[in-house]
């Protein structure tokens, strides 16, 4: 069963990666000379520590949510649980805020898994950045099986116009505004494993200004 694309009804414009393409593309782009050396910019993103330097994303007043540690995980001997979710954007919620660059290509991957019995077959989940205010981006998405680890693993450009003062990755299901209506198919637990978000890290001096992606149009309103 498909599930519509609620995003549109709030303007929001989705910058999904095209996952193969854009890999092979970052992959490329990381091995040139002119970048810094790269490194995982999620601290604690296998949830070994617990859920050391995570939080459940607090961006709307309604968002809430229990972040608690589990050993269901894809690896190591713990992830994260999420529960009691009351918006699609409750999710677990890292900053990266002085990690990330305007204009700079970012390989993300991470593992997730829901098993709620009475949940879909399948679920969408994305990846998404809060930049502050009500501003948002999706950045990669997968389609998990119910029970299964799914791995979100593709790239992402913050446009070269993004302030990027707040920046805070968080993991969710797509954006509906009466999630309680359906609350198996909309707020079901999830776990979360393996976060990582690889790029150059600050201070990379390098700047295009005039050559923004095509493939990331940025942020929108929530
Ligand atoms: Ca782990």
Request: proline share 5%; charged share 15%; aromatic share 8%.
């Amino acid at each position: 069963m498909e599930q519509p694309q609620r995003r549109a009804t709030r303007g929001r414009v989705a910058a999904i990666a095209s996952v193969g393409v854009l890999l092979a593309a970052g992959i490329v782009a990381g091995a040139a000379p002119v970048q810094a050396a790269e490194t995982d910019l999620v601290v604690n993103g296998g949830f070994e520590q617990g859920t050391a330097n995570w939080f459940v994303n607090n961006g709307n007043a309604s968002d809430s949510a229990a972040l608690s540690v589990t050993s269901d995980a894809y690896s190591g001997s713990s992830a994260a649980l999420v529960t009691n979710r009351t918006t699609t954007g409750s999710g677990p919620m890292q900053d990266l805020s002085g990690k990330v660059q305007a204009g700079q290509t970012y390989v993300l991957t991470a593992r997730i898994k829901y098993e709620n019995p009475s949940g879909p077959a399948t679920k969408q989940f994305f990846a998404t950045m809060h930049y502050g205010a009500a501003t948002y981006t999706n950045l990669v998405s997968v389609t998990a099986t119910k029970g299964q680890w799914a791995q979100f693993n593709g790239t992402f450009t913050i446009p070269a116009e993004q302030n990027v003062s707040t920046a805070r990755l968080f993991f969710e299901t797509p954006w509906t505004s009466t999630p309680s209506t359906d609350p198996d198919l909309h707020l079901m637990d999830f776990t979360l494993d393996d976060v990582s978000v690889v790029g150059a890290a600050p201070p990379a001096a390098r700047r295009r200004p005039s050559r923004s992606s095509a493939s990331c149009r940025g942020s929108t309103t929530r």
